[in-house]
């Protein structure tokens, strides 16, 4: 069984529109995060939330929001797309966001923006 | 913020030898993990080895904290081992800062 869940696998979208990704973890953890990698660059951290709470956000536009209706969602908006947003997005989670905490990340959305 | 150098960035082997990836960074790390991407993408933790060494099958993962340094053993490669290994330290409790990969290639 799927223990973190990302919709949908692949998306594709017009540039200028908007979309969500979807995440939900089943691991009861209390962190989660996003990440980006694309071909131009490595894989990047976007957000990390824990308890619901933002902790930290490296994303310098405000056109990405993550948003958290459980602790175990944290869905991310994407808004006024752009080419250079074509992805693959992960979300991952961690049991907590103290020093000992392993990482686990889910399969991935793979965007492309035309 | 922290920088990870992973060398090499590819690697190619015939099934049977072995290989050694390695990861330095720039800052200490109390978090420090490995992981492998399959050739479609999916990522798996392979180890969460902040310091010492770690054995699981094949593998061994041995991070020298006070270094700034870890290493990931593959014996006895095989072609099912095909794919990118990502070094990722980090520097807080938020956010797990990648390496560039190294891109491993088994040939039969």
């Not at chain 2, 913020?1 to 200490?28: H, I, K, R, W």
Request: one cysteine or more; proline letters at 5%; aromatic letters at 12%.
């Amino acid at each position: 069984d799927p223990k973190i869940i990302q919709k949908p696998k692949y998306l594709v979208a017009v540039t200028g529109s908007e979309k969500i990704l979807i995440c939900e973890q089943y691991l009861g953890h209390n962190a989660m995060y996003w990440y980006r990698q694309s071909a131009k660059k490595p894989l990047e951290f976007m957000f990390s939330y824990s308890y619901q709470k933002l902790m930290d956000n490296q994303t310098a536009s405000s056109r990405f929001q993550p948003q958290s209706s459980k602790k175990n969602h944290l869905d991310l908006q994407i808004t006024a797309l752009k080419p250079d947003d074509s992805a693959t997005y992960f979300c991952a989670s961690s049991q907590d966001l103290g020093n000992y905490a392993e990482q686990f990340f889910g399969p991935g959305t793979r965007l492309t923006v035309l | 913020g922290q920088q990870v150098q992973q060398s090499p960035a590819s690697l190619v082997l015939q099934e049977g030898e072995n290989a050694e990836l390695q990861c330095n960074f720039s800052s200490t790390a109390t978090r420090l993990q490995w992981f492998y991407q399959h050739p479609g993408g999916r990522l798996v933790s392979l180890f969460y080895n902040p310091s010492g060494t770690k054995h699981t099958g094949r593998l061994t993962s041995t991070t020298v904290t006070n270094e700034r340094r870890s290493s990931l053993h593959i014996s006895s490669s095989q072609t099912t081992d095909s794919g990118t290994y990502f070094c990722a330290p980090d520097t807080n409790a938020y956010k797990v800062i990648f390496g560039k990969g190294t891109h491993l290639h088994v040939l039969p």
